[in-house]
């Protein structure tokens, strides 16, 4: 369904479950415990698994709060995307590993759910990506101290939103980690 041209296949994004982002993240172990699962499940169907790294002034790069949570190791042989901005693609080289691995379909997992999950799908969505979220992978910490709600319905309103997202020859939506297939 993909709107880009030649690119048959599906990568799965783990976006940012490094140590200073997910620390007091909203259940924080079962969420790494699913994406966890979605990992060996893309592993086992030989999708790729490209991780994506955050760093700013809070998450300075080699630090510890830099790095990924111990639960979670990435292979020497899968993409590591380095960037500074919520949206994944943004000032980053996303784009060009997708590409080279004919990627139109993206599953996305990981934190935080309102700022680098949503603005990483729609940044997918609006470069010809289809675009799916797994649900119950992943989180965000409690911002209601800034008029945000609580976290666990920032995490539905999420999935609900993206459930009915649509766009003109992509297609986006959700799935849990139970029912991810590849």
Partial sequence: MT?????????????????????????????????????????TADVPVIWVQH????????????EYVPELKRRDDEPLVHKLYGDSFEDTDLESVLADLKVGRIVVAGAQTDICIRSTLHGAI??????TLVTDA????????????TPDLVIAHTNMYWNFHSAPGREAGVVKTADVTF
Avoid at 138 to 149: N, V, Y
């Fill in 3 to 43: 709107t880009l041209s030649d690119r048959p296949h599906t990568a799965l994004l783990v976006i940012d479950v490094q140590n200073g982002v997910v620390a007091g993240a909203h259940e924080r172990d079962q969420v790494i415990a699913n994406i966890s699962t979605v990992i060996e499940k893309a592993r």
């Fill in 126 to 131: 609006t470069r010809g990506y289809d675009a």
């Fill in 55 to 66: 760093s700013d002034e809070d998450l300075p790069k080699d630090s510890k709060e830099w």
């Fill in 138 to 149: 992943h989180t965000t910490e409690d911002l209601t101290q800034f008029g945000a709600p």
